[in-house]
């Protein structure tokens, strides 16, 4: 299934997209997706009513409505630094021994199209795009890979849109740079883990005004999504419903000589395979 949450910021109704031009309106079963659907079983739970729904032909349209993040604010967003080679490369840093951790603001998260504020005081507003984990289940302590992999709910895009003077030149701090409000679009789907094959090999891509900065592939990650949530396990715990940012392939704009920031009216247009696509305009402070 593809979950979805459509409608205004604040009020966006559950829904499972069947193509391009349609959804099943899922409102009336479901107040959210949230920690308590993803900790009750609720995926289980919905697969049966969006199949005889479809089946019935019980169909809406999308009709330009807004798309929402397709999770509800999670209890945290975990993030992943330098998870891949490369990236690592071009930031001048070394490819690390275990995966780097820190926290972006739950607050952050918003919708796929929505618009990102450039903060104030920002001079280096930087762009990545991620590959989202989302948890299924309170977890702890997992004591293998396969029970990673059935912890996770599903996967999907998101932009860890980054303030690099904020992170790199404010105390080494990185939350300080990837917490400003709208950091985080995420969508414009969730999809099951049953509807993607092989999570290790995805393309993604990233575009600035037309322009392409980014072209990557999520097996040259250093860190798998099973590695991750299994070592993240380990030392806090994983509820259901939280966002997992696990890091982002070359391109970035720090990585540019000379570097390339975001400015207010540039519009940043990015994807993965299976997962959709993203498009946010840029906007100034406020």
Same mark, same amino acid.
């Given at each position: 299934?593809?979950?979805? !949450? ?20 899922? /409102? ?7 920690? #308590? ?17 479809? #089946?019935?032909?019980?169909? /809406?349209? %999308? $009709?330009?409505?807004?798309?929402? #993040? ?31 951790? %820190?926290?972006?603001?739950? $607050? ?11 903060? !104030?005081? /920002? ?21 293998? &890979? ?18 690099? #003077? ?23 789907? &969730? ?8 999570? !290790? ?10 322009? !392409? ?9 250093? %860190? ?7 070592? &993240? /396990?380990? %030392? ?8 997992? $940012? ?34 946010? $305009? ?5």
């Amino acid at each position: 299934m593809y979950l979805m !949450r459509i409608g205004a910021p604040g009020a966006e109704k559950p829904a499972a997209r069947v193509d391009e031009n349609t959804y099943v309106d899922l /409102s009336d079963v479901v107040t959210d997706f949230d920690e #308590a659907f993803f900790g009750s079983g609720g995926i289980d739970r919905i697969r049966p009513i969006v199949a005889e729904r479809i #089946a019935a032909g019980e169909l /809406s349209p %999308f $009709n330009g409505e807004r798309i929402g #993040a397709p999770i509800a604010r999670p209890h945290q967003i975990l993030c992943i630094g330098l998870n891949y080679s490369d990236h690592a490369a071009e930031t001048g840093q070394a490819v690390p021994d275990e995966p780097i951790l %820190f926290t972006k603001s739950p $607050n952050t998260l918003i919708g796929p199209n929505d618009d990102v504020r450039i903060p !104030r005081g /920002s001079t280096k507003p930087d762009w990545e795009v991620e590959l989202g984990i989302v948890i299924g289940r309170r977890t702890s302590y997992l004591d293998s &890979l396969d029970r990673a992999r059935d912890a996770i709910a599903g996967y999907l895009v998101v932009n860890d849109v980054s303030e690099r #003077a904020f992170q790199m030149e404010r105390g080494g701090q990185w939350a300080k740079g990837k917490s400003a409000e709208t950091f985080n679009p995420a969508g414009p789907w &969730l999809a099951t883990t049953d509807e993607i094959g092989d999570v !290790r090999d995805l393309e993604m891509w990233l575009d600035v005004n037309g322009v !392409r900065r980014q072209t990557g592939n999520t097996k040259t990650m250093i %860190f798998d999504p099973y590695f991750i949530v299994h070592h &993240l /396990s380990q %030392f806090l715990v994983l509820e259901p419903g939280d966002l997992i $940012n696990t890091g982002t392939p070359p391109g970035v704009g720090m990585g540019f000589d000379p570097q390339v920031w975001l400015q207010p009216g540039d519009v940043m247009e990015l994807g993965i395979q299976h997962l959709g696509s993203q498009r946010q $305009n840029v906007v100034g402070p406020r």
